[in-house]
């Protein structure tokens, strides 16, 4: 049987993607994980999305090479404007920045279903995708991080409860890693602390932005006691 094998970062996302779900993959590039997921028999069928035309014919390659063409719909789409809600179980938004991630989600309605896994991968700003999840009703059901090519990279899944939660200042950046005993974890958590340090840092020197500073001084303690009592 062919195989595809994928690296530590796509591994991640695609081990969130639940056994039988039919996964809308967007921002595709290849298609790597929608190959990997029907070869390895957890997803029937699969919808493969990019904004650009070259990564669709890229991914269009990836599921000839592997006979899938049946299987595996490609659709040219920002974001999930062009997925037709009825196709998909599970929604990838893997390697973009938090804040792109965020706006794709905020403007597609149906995605406020309990039927729906969110399976998202920010390369930036996870603090303003877990905002948005905790405010719009999103329930994270795991995280998990990874180390691949010398970065460290979280995988967020989410499914919508209506809820709405309330979190601390620093929740929005730890997420549920704070209560994980992983190294990568630990190594993204203490990549994030260190960040939100040199910038409160830099903004006490320089004399500026004082509210900055009081709300970053707050996510710092707060993020201190969510490590510590972990």
Known sequence: MPKINL???????????????RVADIGT??????????????????????????????????IGQFSLTDSVKTILSDGLDNIDKDSCDDIIIAGMGGLLITEILSRTEWIFNKKYRLILQPMSHPEDMRKFLFENGFEIKGEKCCLDSKHCYCVTAAEYTGNKREYTPAEIYTGTLHKSDGEAARIYLESIFRRLEKRCAALKKALSEPEEVQRLTAIIEDFKRLTEDS
């Open 7 to 21: 690296d530590p970062r796509l591994s991640c996302v695609a081990s969130f993607v639940r056994c039988g779900s």
């Open 29 to 62: 590039d290849h298609a790597y994980i929608p190959v990997y997921l029907l070869l390895s028999g957890i997803s029937p069928s699969a919808v493969a999305a990019d904004l650009r035309e070259m990564p669709l014919k890229n991914a269009e390659k990836t």
